[in-house]
C-alpha cells in the first residue's frame, strides 16, 4: 500500500511564503516523477511543476520565478518553495508520483489527499 501524505499548507497574506512537503511511503520498487498540482474553487486542477527522478524540473508559466521544486531522493520526498504568493493562488495543492510497486501492474501515478493553501490580498 503506498500513501502519499502533504503538508505545508494555511493562511499567508500576499508577497508572502509558504513551502509544501509531500512524502511517500508504503512498498514500491522506484519512485519517477514527482510533482504538485492545484485546483481553485471552479477550476480544473491543474500542473504548478514537477522534477524527475534527475532532478529537471518544469513549471507552469503563472509560477515561474516565484516557485521551486526540489526533492530528498533518500527521503522520497518532493518539495515545493512557494514565495511572493497573490491571491490567485489560492487553491488546494495535490501532491503526485509515479511509483513503480512490487504488484506488477508498472509505472503508476498516485495522489495525494491535498492540502489547501490561502493567500489573502
Known amino acids: 500500500q503506498v500513501q502519499l501524505v502533504e503538508s505545508g499548507g494555511g493562511v499567508v497574506q500576499a508577497g508572502g511564503s509558504l513551502r509544501l512537503s509531500c512524502a511517500a511511503s508504503g512498498t514500491f520498487i522506484h519512485v519517477g516523477a514527482m510533482g504538485w498540482y492545484r485546483q481553485a474553487p471552479g477550476e480544473q486542477r491543474e500542473l504548478v511543476a514537477r522534477?524527475?527522478?534527475?532532478?529537471?524540473?518544469d513549471y507552469a508559466d503563472s509560477v515561474k520565478g516565484r516557485f521551486t521544486i526540489s526533492r530528498d531522493n533518500v527521503e522520497n520526498t518532493v518539495y515545493l518553495q512557494m514565495n511572493s504568493l497573490k491571491p490567485e493562488d489560492t487553491a488546494v495543492y495535490y501532491c503526485k508520483a509515479v511509483l513503480v510497486t512490487p504488484t506488477g501492474l508498472g509505472a503508476m501515478g498516485y495522489w495525494g489527499e491535498g492540502t489547501l493553501v490561502t493567500v489573502s490580498s
Open positions: 522534477i524527475t527522478s534527475g532532478g529537471s524540473a
